[in-house]
């Protein structure tokens, strides 16, 4: 029984519009971030820019986040991301003294002139600049201490500017020499065998998508039994709850990986002929395996909130819970845009092709955090198996609670 | 093998709301109808019936299952729903084929079932017909095929004629009477003329309770020598509605010919007349809201 149900869920789902709306959603996001990719091959030296990389470098660290603060300083305008858009912060006399007393401490300026000249001399040169001002930081200045001021600059801020602990090496931009671009040239080749950095940028991107899309799916899904007054219909049927409820997952899930593996082709096709020129070898099924790993716990997580909180409550209240989820998600992933700061967020980042010591050290972190989301969205079906049984037999009427209640409130 | 649904003790409850008192039934093979009002608890017994809806107290065994085992239950009772509905861009041939999938049958099964069925209810010519696309009286006729594609023992019909034109309703009557010889049919409905066309065995269920369960000879026989039918002018006809119960009323120009009922004859112009299930249903429903 369990096939046949599992077939004709798939064919439900084809047959839907929000499906449709949902490929053509991801393919447009697909071709609009990702469409152009083009292998540009090894670095040749005299190169007129090899890129940007973040440093390690806690010297460098120090000398950027101070020249960034100094900027600001004298600007006197923060910029802040509290919750992932941006805001400007002018703090009040009190606190813009504090921050020059920090700014003093750690850099050994204390006036505005000497900041305007530092700028002058940085952005006045004619070429292009590709990194922030740079400030060497006040002898004798431990990291500790320069971490622990900072902080304090964070929170005079209201948190999320570029001060707090996490974010102090996104402000070490700095641009790689020939050296540094072979080398990540190298480590592509070899240990990622190409298709591996680049599976992990599109992932980044797909999962972006996918952390918020599959919950109208499976939404309007279960909307439909409601709608189309199916539900006593259905309920009065032999299948058990459990085939009802999984086959209805698997199908959205199984149709919804299909147009992510058939848009990893595009970037696979693209390896497969830089390879072929190049006459390096890729790992053919990377594409593959980076889905499966890395996007298939997203679309079932988000399939799983749409899924239990549409059979509990009958609304579309599983779309403006994932709603809120994938937004806090998001922008709290913004400070780990380069990949290795995985952490538990449900939308992992990874936006370079490079950084594989960023994934390869943080590779454990980020194999927890898709378990954990798989199997967080395994508890939600069968969670969501338990309210259906019990709402067949009548019970758990969540939503004429609801719209009594609305009702009762109205008549008053 | 036990063909009875027993029904003993039966009260439910919505909230602080008794919906069914104690409610007493045994309903063997054929038609049966449940008759009452709109908000007596018909469906509200269906629904309990069909493992909708949890009894609060009681007992029931469907074919000697006890109502519990809904798993059991399902599979031996087919439901037509008052407010039956199917996904309306499946086609009528889709929407059979998910429905048995959902029942358990394998594709062999429903290969040789579903057509048979829907040349029975009239739809095979309309197979390719999407849902949304049906009238009326062929989504009921739709919901009847769907209802029994399992073959169950027991199918429970929940107002199935409300809407229909007179054509369709004496189209679906004939089918359930079809459908009534091997199995048990409980019809419920409002529409006394249903019952009488269709069901030996009825109950009245008024406010809950079992007003009357039995044969609907016994039924009309209860009201027999009470029926009175006269012509009079329609002035007196408001006069005669506030004394007794008109069950039916037919205009003739300025005088109205009434059918009401009485214990005696009121005048002389009235005569005693045969006793039909409409009227037996009126005086039974009289004797509830303690009228004369």
């Known amino acids: 029984m369990f096939r046949s149900l599992f077939a004709k869920e798939c064919s439900q789902t084809v047959r839907s519009l929000i499906y449709w709306l949902t490929v053509i959603i991801l393919s447009l996001f697909f071709f609009s971030q990702l469409g152009d990719i083009n292998i540009t091959g090894k670095p040749v030296k005299g190169q007129e820019s090899y890129g940007v990389k973040y440093s390690d470098d806690e010297q460098t660290i120090m000398e950027n986040t101070l020249g960034r603060l100094a900027e600001e300083y004298y600007r006197e305008t923060y910029s802040t991301y509290p919750i992932g858009f941006h805001k400007s912060v002018k703090p009040d006399e009190e606190e813009n003294r504090r921050i020059g007393e920090i700014l003093e401490e750690t850099a050994g300026i204390k006036d505005m002139k000497v900041i305007e000249g530092l700028m002058a001399e940085h952005y006045n040169t004619g070429g292009m600049i590709m990194t922030g001002l740079a400030v060497p930081p006040a002898r004798g200045l431990s990291y500790e201490h320069f971490q622990k001021l900072m902080q304090e600059v964070d929170d005079i801020l209201g948190g999320g500017s570029s001060y707090g602990k996490d974010m102090l090496k996104s402000n070490a931009m700095v641009e790689m020499t020939y050296e540094d671009a072979m080398e990540e040239y190298d480590t592509l080749v070899e240990k990622d065998r190409l298709t591996g950095g680049y599976a992990r940028l599109f992932c980044d991107y797909m999962s972006v998508m996918l952390s918020i899309l599959p919950v109208f799916l499976a939404v309007t899904r279960c909307l439909r039994d409601r709608r189309a007054k199916m539900q006593e219909l259905i309920a009065v049927r032999k299948a058990s709850s459990a085939a009802i409820i999984i086959s209805r997952y698997l199908a959205m899930v199984v149709m919804l990986m299909i147009p992510v593996l058939v848009l990893s082709c595009f970037p696979l096709a693209e390896s497969i002929r830089y390879a072929s020129e190049a006459g390096i070898s890729i790992d053919y099924l990377a594409f593959v395996k980076y889905s499966f790993g890395w996007l298939l716990p997203s679309i079932m997580t988000a399939a799983a909130v749409g899924l239990v909180l549409t059979v509990l409550t009958d609304t579309a209240l599983g779309v403006l819970v994932q709603g809120i989820w994938w937004f806090i998600s998001i922008f709290s992933s913004m400070s780990g845009m380069s990949g290795g700061m995985y952490g538990w967020n449900f939308v992992p980042r990874h936006n370079t092709v490079g950084n594989y010591s960023g994934f390869h050290d943080n590779f454990a972190q980020l194999a927890a955090n898709r378990t954990l989301y798989a199997v967080i969205s395994i508890v939600l079906v069968t969670v969501t198996v338990w309210i259906y049984a019990k709402k067949r037999r009548g019970k758990m009427d969540v939503h004429g609670k609801i719209f009594a209640n609305r009702k009762n409130k109205s008549k008053a | ?292």
Request: aromatic content about 6%; glycine content about 8%.
């Open chain 2, 1 to 292: 093998m036990n063909t009875e649904i027993k029904i003993r003790h039966l009260n439910q409850f919505y909230g602080k709301k008794q919906a069914l008192k104690d409610v007493n039934l045994t309903i063997g093979k054929g038609m049966f109808g449940l008759l009452g009002r709109n908000g007596a608890g018909k469906t509200t017994l269906m629904k309990v019936l069909a493992t909708l809806l949890p009894k609060s107290q009681g007992k029931i065994s469907i074919c000697g299952t006890p109502v519990e085992n809904a798993a059991r239950i399902r599979s031996m009772t087919g439901y037509l729903p008052q407010e039956f509905s199917m996904y309306p861009n499946m086609t009528v041939y889709e929407a059979m084929d998910y429905l048995g999938v959902l029942s358990g049958l394998s594709r062999e099964e429903r290969n040789s079932r579903i057509p048979g069925l829907l040349r029975k209810v009239n739809l095979l010519d309309d197979r390719k017909k999407k849902v949304k696309a049906l009238s009326g009286g062929m989504k009921r006729r739709l919901g009847i095929a769907q209802a029994i594609l399992h073959n169950p023992m027991v199918l429970i019909v929940d107002e199935p004629t409300a809407g229909l034109d007179p054509e369709e309703r004496v189209r679906f009557r004939n089918l359930l009477c079809e459908i009534a010889e091997e199995r048990i049919v409980i019809l419920s409905t409002h529409i006394v003329g249903d019952i009488e066309a269709t069901c030996e065995q009825i109950a009245v269920l008024n406010e809950g309770e079992i007003l009357y369960h039995g044969s609907v000879a016994e039924l009309t026989a209860m009201a027999e020598g009470k029926v009175y039918s006269a012509e009079i002018s329609r002035t007196e006809l408001s006069e005669l509605k506030k004394k007794y119960i008109v069950t039916s009323m037919l205009t003739l120009g300025n005088n109205v010919m009434v059918r009401f009922l009485a214990d005696r004859a009121p005048f002389s112009s009235a005569h005693r007349v045969e006793a039909g299930v409409e009227d037996a249903y009126m005086y039974l429903m009289r004797g509830e809201r303690g009228e004369e």
